[in-house]
């Protein structure tokens, strides 16, 4: 068995990180309702604003020290250099010795990229525009199905990064939707899901994308099975399914297999990883629905977000700071989670998507150079629309024994045409995050009983369960409007939030090994289900739930 080769000091014993242990011991105590008191300008001190966005970070745990103490850390482990390597194509992605550059599909500045010698620039800016011919084709109605009627339903099929990141983007750009087409998304492998769908569109008029960047994932290739059959029911022939099935990959081979024929495909690369996705191919739903010009927009957005997190110092680096709180969080306040509420319905899938760009990149254990960690790394992502979560469960983050660091998502301006209902959404978020920061005390609570003229009966008993202990803390983050640009942002935004932990704890965030055993197993058990006899290889919990489906199911 080969050497963990490591001779590198764990995160642990990095000065700056020694340093930032002395740096809690002085401070975890502090409230931050005492710094707002002693600090009024402490809202503007800490915030950053980049184009239409504005990151409000001051209702954290951190005086005037901790960022640059944070920012040390960050220089120790080399961030930049990290950073400029991927920028430039490094094959940092060392588990899979891959470049990682979903930046340079939104490389607004055509500047060459070069990968093993080669300069991917033209090949991107080619699938760009195959993808804009193909979608005016289908927009502009020309496009036509084998009945010679225009395309009005679009089929995703594809799961993890070629579902989550088109789906988050389609919900988030409502208002730039196609008016004729509506485009629907199949991912799960319980023919529920694509039952549910086929039963309201028709053949004639859909068409599918079978998404998949190695087309060999088993619900994708499943279900892009039955939608073919589903096409073949109907008066369409084996000619016709070039008119209604187009795919994109990194794995041409496997697609032209499955039967797609070549003008039909459209190509990304092994430097994008499947949750960066988005930007590539993968966003040909997006395109289909919003147009290749807000999809540009989009790109655009993405591309600020890149020279921001490139040019700017550290300290006013919007990722870098918000990457930086979650370490500090994560690793000196022992939080094991960080919520993400999206104060805005068209954000409802923001989280979906967050969840897999940040655990599939930081949830491990061990470092790039397969050490075991003797630090916690990615946190545990979770959350729902921030409105949703106040009714179910915004108790615990108010008064519950963990800490859960969270993110508010707002935009100020909105695109439905009721003000008033904004309004009280947009107070809402500011609220919660008002509340969580200085909490209630005890008096506050009394006085605040008084003045409501309550029966005082029993207040006794009863007024320890309204008191709120505070200090929890909070990101804000406030777009101007949610537009294809601002998203974009607020994706990119993200995805260098999670390089920089990624950096920090010495991981390779682009590789997504702990995906594989399940998978692996459970080919296995599938072959299983089809012999006769009870199985007896497994441990006594798996061998019994297997042969009692297979006793109900097969009899
Ligand atoms: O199993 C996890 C995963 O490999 C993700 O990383 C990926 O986004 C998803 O499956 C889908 O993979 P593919 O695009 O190759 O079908």
Known sequence: MPSKNNSKPSLTDLPAFEALEDHYNLINQLNM???????????????????????DYSKNRIVDETIPLLCDLAR?????????????????????NRAVLHTALRNETNQPIYVDGEDIMPKINATIDKMEVFANKIRKGTWKGFSNRTITDIVNIGIGGSDLGPKMVYNALKPYHHKNLTV?????VDGAHIDDILED??????????????????????????????????DAKEQDVSKHFVAVSTNIEEATKFGIDADNMFEFWDWVGG??????????????????????????????????????????????????LGVWYNNFFGAESHG?????HYLRDLTFYLEQADMESNGKSVDRNGKKVDYATGPIIWGTSGINGQHAFYQAIHQGTQMIPSDFI????????????????????LAQTEALMKGRT???????????????????DRIHHMVFEGNNPTNTLLLTKLTPRSLGMLIALYEHKIFVQGIIWNLNSFDQWGVELGKKLTKNILAEFGQPDPVTNHDSSTNSLINYYKSVVYG
């Open 33 to 55: 309702r005492h710094l707002f008191a002693t600090d009024e300008k402490r809202g503007e001190k800490y915030s950053i604003k980049h184009k239409s966005l504005l990151l």
């Open 76 to 96: 120790e482990v080399n961030l930049e250099s990290w950073r400029d390597r991927m920028f430039a194509g490094d094959k940092i992605n060392n588990t899979e």
């Open 184 to 188: 629907h998304f199949v991912s799960n």
């Open 201 to 234: 569109i028709d053949p004639e008029t859909t068409l599918f994308i079978v998404s998949s960047k190695t087309f060999t994932t088993q619900e994708t290739i499943t279900n892009a099975h039955i939608a073919r059959k589903w096409l073949l029911k109907s």
């Open 275 to 324: 949750r960066y996705s988005l930007w590539s191919a993968i966003g040909l739903s997006i395109v289909l629905s919003v147009g290749m010009e807000n999809f540009k927009k989009m790109l655009s957005g993405a591309h600020s977000m890149d020279e921001h997190f490139k040019e700017t110092p550290l300290e006013e680096n919007m990722p870098v700071i918000m990457g930086l």
């Open 340 to 344: 993400i509420f999206p104060y805005d």
């Open 410 to 429: 707002v935009s100020i301006l909105t695109h439905s045409s009721h003000q008033d209902q904004h309004d009280i959404m947009m107070a809402n978020a």
């Open 442 to 460: 005890l008096d506050e609570t009394y006085s605040d009983f008084v003045e409501s003229k309550v029966k005082l009966e029993n207040v006794e």
